[in-house]
């Protein structure tokens, strides 16, 4: 399995930015789908993850400016940011769990000036 992730970059805040996670096949194997960030110097965290049946949930820091989604025929998984805020900034990774396994992405740079 492998997750491509794109869609970082540079942007001012109070911007927008789409990540998406394209998956080499079917999405539909995988219980849970998120993505998760790291900024420098800190931990790992979750950002944002979503179920097969479509449940949702948020980091508390990002609850009401980003969204999740899925589209399971293109196999791409979405984070669209809103409102960016420079304690955003990190590599924000792509990850898909099955019962079994847990897979990541390489990562996308977003970066959030003031």
């Known amino acids: 399995v492998q997750l491509q992730a794109s869609g970082g970059g540079l942007v001012q805040a109070g911007g927008s930015l789409r990540l998406s996670c394209a998956a080499s096949?079917?999405?539909?194997?995988?219980?849970?789908m998120g993505w998760y960030r790291q900024a420098p110097g800190k931990q790992r965290e979750l950002v944002a993850v979503?179920?097969?049946?479509?449940?949702?949930n948020y980091a508390d820091s990002v609850k009401g400016r980003f969204t999740i989604s899925r589209d399971n025929a293109k196999n791409t998984v979405y984070l669209q940011m809103n409102s960016l805020k420079p304690e955003d900034t990190g590599v924000y990774y792509c990850?898909?769990?099955?019962?079994?396994?847990?897979?990541w992405g390489q990562g996308t740079l977003v970066t959030v000036s003031s």
């Open positions: 096949g079917s999405i539909f194997r995988f219980n849970i």
């Open positions: 979503i179920t097969g049946i479509g449940i949702t």
């Open positions: 990850n898909a769990e099955t019962l079994a396994l847990d897979y």
